[in-house]
């Protein structure tokens, strides 16, 4: 036993060895000129300036809506984790309830279509007989309890989560929800686009009850009972922009009040359903609330039936044969996003592994791709932008000092994740094994929402990361006050492990200026150093800050796609002040940097406030279909990849000096018109 051990220690290390110099070999040159189009002016649109021979050189391909920096890099780590779970599967040996056996069968089961194609619909039908069993309306919130349970969410959401003005402790907190579309204006608007989705909606709850057995007649009556609750769920939902409001958004109350306010729906016996007691909670949207209750009263039984069996279908159709699959999939694909063909199984199978076994999967991914010195390097860089941000709020002309010292109070406080969590989450209450890949899917999802249950009432970990460390992404969480950037986001273009400083600053810098400034957005500044929603701000510096805002946003306002349709500047606000706020930080730590270390001169040709810029816009490079840039633009709140670009760099004098811009170019903006908030 200790011979085999070491045998497969000794070929652990060389794997890993020989991945990071394989990794080192391949990283691609910080700035490629060949990515650049250096016939367009950066003067006229920055964003093609850098990014235009990439353009043309990657296509974009059926499987995509978008593909830009972010997907070539989920690319790689998909890549990656195909060879680790293929190493996993190997290890017939992995004794059962150990989180290589959990990946492994949740993985074979993912991938055995034989057997999925075979089974249809049947492993749901003890679940739709559950439902169909129902005959009194009093059953109906246990019966959502149950489904809630298993990661089907009908109605409301329900999860426990901070109390925005107590966060040392988790709150049960209610949301709207309950809706087929991903967003309520769809089943509201009229206009041209919008009434070709609602119409593709339709067939594809027709075509799912045709799926099921439903005659032609009864599948549209089952559509038609399925768009009425809906409908009135959207109409009584707050706006995109309404719930971007933390203090409209915060309504506490006890059961008692939630009983008042939505007599008709029974709170008892959905709490006990779902294995809880609570005396008091959040409710996001008491309005919603409301008309729980109502439509409870008001719709037949038999609606009901059809609701939750629609709700149980549809969230685990792309779990089920290859019709319901496909039928999921031209809907939330094709119309929704304009994604002409599906990813590889294998690639959509890992994506579902990850949300159900993310740290499980994690903590293999970062033992082989995830290098110590990247840390490092991160810590670093983290260091010179909370010292660059200091510098910036004690420069702020329209601050008071009493709000500076508030402002900076928050800076120092804030808590920093990089890679990946210090104790790995423990799955040993999560039973994965041989059988149909939905009800793995299930047992995921119970494992997930009864940790999330037992939370309630609990104190908080703040040891706990809300992304698993290969994700692509990073975050700001107001109510911990900490900014978290997994690993997998830590690779070219946004992390040159060996690239020069200015690249680094410009990429994954501005990435840790954007988190650290959500702390300082439009919502973000309404939480205090310790997390808690407080004002903290004088009258003032309030009105002064919002006066900045309203520059960005008017801005925004006025930023047009397709010829005729605009940004929402309400909705994407906290991104873009992110963004300006983000880059406008970063580029001051990298004159910190250059000031202690010396200018190096020119890198290929240019400056490194030259390659800081070019390595900004590098990470917004991406295609987008039509279909998906209309998604984008109305659900938000990220503007697309251009807007990112070009909405904000010409705000910044640091930009027009670099390049040695004037007033002739296109888009110049007079500073007396710019806008300049952090």
Known sequence: MKTKTLKFTLMLILTIAIAACEQQADTPAPIERTHMDENISPADDFFRYVNNGWLEANPMTDEYSRYGAFEEVSKLNDQQLNELITTIQKDKVAPHGSNRQKIRDFFNSAMDTVSIEQAGFTPLIPFIERINAIDDKGELPAEIGQLHAMGVRPLFGFFAAQDRKNVEMNIASFSQGGLGMTDRDYYLRDDARTVEIRTAYKDFVTKLFSLVGYPDDAAHAAMEAVMEIETRLAAASMTRVELRNREATYNKMSMDELRSLAPAFDWEVYTNAIGVQIDELNVSQPVFAGEVSELMEEFPLEHWRTYLKWNLLRSNASYLSSEFDQASFDFYGK????????????????????????????????????????????????????????????????????????????????????????????????????????????????????????????????????????????????????????????????????????????????????????????????????????????????????????????????????????????????????????????????????????????????????????????????????????????????????????????NLQAFYDAFGLDAAGGRFIAPEDRAKIW
Do not use: C
Not at 412 to 426: A, C, E, F, L, S
Not at 580 to 607: C, M, R, V, W
């Open 335 to 650: 119309v929704l996003r304009g994604t002409q063909a599906q990813r590889e199984r294998w690639k959509r199978a890992i994506s579902t592994l990850n949300s159900a076994l993310g740290e499980a999967v994690g903590e293999e991914y970062v033992a082989l791709y995830f290098p110590a010195e990247a840390k490092a390097r991160m810590e670093k860089l983290v260091d010179y932008l909370r010292v660059a941000f200091s510098q910036r709020i004690d420069k702020l002309e329209w601050m008071s000092d009493e709000t500076k010292e508030k402002a900076q109070e928050k800076l120092q406080t804030i808590n920093v994740k990089i890679g990946y969590p210090d104790t790995w989450r423990d799955y040993s209450m999560m039973e994965i094994k041989n059988q149909p890949y939905v009800l793995n899917s299930f047992e995921a999802n119970r494992f997930g929402f009864e940790r999330n249950m037992e939370k309630i009432g609990q104190p908080v970990d703040r040891n706990e990361w809300f992304m698993s460390p290969q994700t692509v992404n990073a975050y700001y969480s107001p109510t911990l006050n900490e900014i978290v950037f997994p690993a997998g986001i830590l690779q070219p273009p946004f992390f040159f492990m060996h690239g020069d400083d200015a690249v680094n600053f410009g990429a994954i810098g501005m990435v840790i200026g954007h988190e650290m400034t959500h702390g300082f957005d439009d919502q973000g500044r309404k939480f205090a150093a310790d997390g808690n929603m407080v004002d903290w701000w004088t009258a003032e510096d309030a009105e002064g800050f919002e006066a900045r805002a309203a520059v960005l946003r008017n801005q925004y306002d006025n930023y047009v796609f397709l010829d005729t349709v605009n940004l929402i500047g309400k909705l994407t606000i906290g991104e873009n002040i992110a963004d300006l706020g983000g880059l406008t930080i970063s580029y001051q730590a990298l004159q910190n940097k250059l000031e202690k270390d010396g200018h190096p001169g020119l890198i290929d040709g240019f400056t490194p406030e030259q390659r800081y810029f070019i390595a900004y816009a590098q990470v917004w490079r991406n295609h987008i279909r039509e279909q998906e840039l209309r998604r984008q633009i109305s659900e938000g709140p990220h503007p697309p990849g251009e807007a990112r670009v070009n909405g904000i760099v010409y």
